[in-house]
């Protein structure tokens, strides 16, 4: 053996530093890559999980009863005032691009029939209402501020989410795009 | 190998010294004591920091955590601390590549000091030089019995003492306690597990902690799981201050086919546990459930009826003899915001409503009505007055939804760590050499552990062998007379 050929660690030292070097390598990468733990909702192009919930005479809407159809989720409650602000104009719209297969799916969170129902009729709302009882599904869509909405689109994936107050301009942009697909 | 480490650092490499490749520097990073103590000391410093620092999730704000902290600390420091991740410290990347590097700093000082120890132990030199048996601390020597075989009084009373021996070319090596060695590896075993329980949660399904409100009587879905808990009965204990002693929530688990599988009382440090997630007692809800509202008339002052109202899910209307109530406009959680009537929320905290009341006559008043405050009337000359008779509360409970894989886990790393405490303490490795030199018998002893009591064994063992040369030295009072 001439002195040039480098004298290595024993095989065993040189295996077990390659294999804690891929593990590295993969955690580092796998933590790296993975799906956020924290709760910011649905991102975008992913599916919009469905859910059943029940209107105020009790009767049962799924999400994927409007499948094929762009979808706007709407998530509120009577006492809170932006979501009464932007009410007006979610009708209009809703009014104006219904015969387009346009949906607007109202969520509200856990209030009385009462309390919707005055508030449906005040605002002359005509699109669905339903209930979440148990903030089941506001959980899963990661909802904080109210009122937030959600675009779900043709093929049922998020298109869009956006919280706090809605301008018309907006909101026609996201139906617009929903149904341009 | 640290000198050699030093030696490169320092110094111009010497020409027949090879050079170290990546992989053999790799190893003596890990193997380094001052590298381990160094990655524990960082470990322990960043464990602290997460601490402070509000962790996403726990603060309470309705803020997303994007922009919670520029919120919080500022624009620079808030967005500082969530893009490196200081906010989900346990799960973020550099944190478990810190443990990452803990766990291999462990596995590898651990290897390049137990494959020598291995060898040393389980493949022991059973004949040393004579002088190294002659000049142990532990010794004696004996004469044997002209004519019988030199070692076999020795090698006898060695197994009868449980010893491991081998008789070899007129040696005899004998040894017992080997685990006792392994101890400190034992330990770091059991260390690497409770490395691999903090580091689980990262895994999908691994980790969850979320909150739920349940009302009494009501079903909630417990999230990240297919079933459901029902709140039977929450219950508030309380000093006679009015300061809460305990609460607890009679709680029943449904499973997704409708069964009920379990039914425990939640209260503190009592969770429910139902495969792998612990329901904790962690706040509660207080609200008016219902209140039985009264006419009276207000001339006569004769009642004329009463109806119980639901505050929670009012109905429109209610029939009271020939009267009839309406509810036009209702505020759970009343306040009055730039003169309007507003509710605050939905939770039923102040109650207020627009009530109706249609007399047999057909003719309408209307009037507010408060549940907590009656005699509150906006109209004072209505022919009805409204009364509150009797008001119910309404609990609902909030749970804690907690979930950790790693429990388990860092329970067995911790059982494993007491073993290793176990060993290490109480199973001394004892070892013999014996040979044969001019007629005589010359035994040597070392042991890791307990050299007085080793010391007292050895001379039980000579004395029994030989007792004229071999008197018993420490002879405890009332013993072996």
């Not at chain 1, 009790?58 to 009577?78: C, E, I, R």
């Not at chain 2, 004469?143 to 449980?162: Q, R, Y």
């Not at chain 2, 580091?199 to 979320?210: E, I, K, L, N, W």
């Not at chain 2, 219950?235 to 069964?259: F, R, S, W």
Request: a neutral charge; one cysteine or more; hydrophobic letters at 40%.
């Amino acid at each position: 053996m001439s002195a040039a050929v480098a004298q290595r660690y024993p095989r065993y030292k040189r295996l077990t530093t390659v294999g804690v070097l891929l593990v590295a390598a993969l955690w580092v990468l796998y933590v790296l890559m993975r799906p956020s733990g924290t709760v910011e909702g649905i991102a975008n192009g992913t599916p919009a999980p469905d859910f059943e919930l029940k209107t105020t005479d009790g009767q049962t809407v799924k999400l994927s009863d409007f499948k094929g159809k762009p979808v706007m989720l709407n998530f509120f409650a009577t006492w809170c005032p932006p979501c009464r602000a932007e009410m007006p104009a979610l009708q209009e719209v809703y009014k104006e691009y219904e015969a387009q297969g346009f949906v607007i799916l109202a969520v509200n969170l856990n209030e009385s029939n009462l309390a919707i129902q005055a508030f449906r009729d005040k605002l002359g709302l005509t699109f669905p209402i339903v209930i979440d009882k148990t903030d089941e599904v506001s959980r899963t869509y990661g909802i904080v501020p109210l009122p937030t909405s959600y675009f779900v689109g043709k093929d049922g994936k998020v298109v869009g989410k956006w919280t706090g107050e809605i301008s018309k301009e907006k909101l026609v942009s996201y139906v617009k795009q929903m149904i341009a697909q | 190998m640290d000198e050699q480490v030093v030696t490169e650092e320092t110094t111009a490499p010497e020409p027949e010294k090879p050079s170290k490749d990546f992989l053999d520097r790799t190893w003596d990073f890990f193997a380094s004591v001052p590298v381990a103590v160094v990655l524990l000391f960082i470990v322990a410093a960043a464990s602290v920091a997460g601490t402070l620092v509000p962790q996403e999730g726990m603060y309470s704000d309705w803020r997303t955590p994007s922009e919670f902290y520029p919120f919080r600390y500022g624009a620079f420091w808030g967005n500082l601390l969530w893009k490196t991740g200081m906010t989900r410290m346990y799960t973020s990347w550099w944190f478990m590549g810190l443990l990452f590097m803990v766990g291999a700093s462990l596995i590898i000082c651990s290897l390049e000091r137990f494959i020598p120890l291995w060898k040393a132990v389980q493949r022991p030199n059973i004949a040393p030089p004579s002088s190294f048996v002659k000049h142990l601390k532990n010794r004696f020597e004996y004469k044997p019995v002209a004519g019988a075989e030199a070692l076999a009084p020795l090698a006898a009373a060695l197994k009868s003492a449980h010893y491991t021996v081998v008789q070899k070319d007129g040696r005899i090596y004998a040894d017992k306690g080997r685990w006792g060695r392994w101890g400190p590896y034992i330990l770091h075993i059991g260390l690497i597990f409770i490395l691999v329980g903090a580091m689980v949660r990262v895994f999908p399904g691994a980790y969850m902690d979320q909150f739920i409100w349940v009302q009494d009587g009501e079903i909630a879905k417990v999230p990240g799981a297919n079933w459901f808990v029902r709140n039977d009965k929450f219950t508030l204990e309380t000093y006679e201050n009015g300061q809460p002693k305990a609460y607890k929530t009679q709680a029943v688990i449904i499973e997704a086919d409708g069964t009920e599988s379990k039914e425990h009382t939640i209260s503190m440090n009592l969770p429910l546990q139902h495969k792998w997630i612990e329901l904790y007692q962690s706040s509660y809800k207080n609200e008016v459930g219902t209140a039985v509202v009264s006419l009276t008339d207000r001339a006569t002052k004769q009642q004329i009826g009463t109806f119980t109202l639901d505050l929670h899910q009012p109905e429109t209307a209610y029939k009271v003899g020939a009267y009839t109530v309406k509810i036009n406009e209702y505020f759970p959680d009343f306040g009055l915001e730039g003169g309007k009537p507003v509710s605050r929320s939905s939770q039923v905290n102040n109650p207020g409503a627009v009530l109706e009341v249609i007399g047999p006559d057909g003719k309408a008043y209307k009037n507010w009505y408060f549940v907590a405050y009656p005699e509150m009337e906006f109209d004072p000359t209505t022919p009805v007055t409204l009364g509150t008779e009797e008001v119910t509360e309404r609990y609902t409970t909030g749970l804690k939804v907690k979930k950790d894989l790693g429990i388990p886990v860092i329970w067995f790393g911790l059982i494993v760590v007491s073993l290793s405490v176990c060993v290490t303490f109480y199973l001394p490795h004892r070892r013999y050499w014996a040979l044969v030199e001019d007629g005589r018998v010359f035994v040597g002893g070392w042991t890791n552990r307990n050299q007085t009591s080793f010391g007292d064994e050895m001379n039980r063992l000579a004395n029994r062998i030989d007792p004229k040369n071999n008197p018993l030295q420490t002879v405890v009072e009332g013993e072996e007379r």
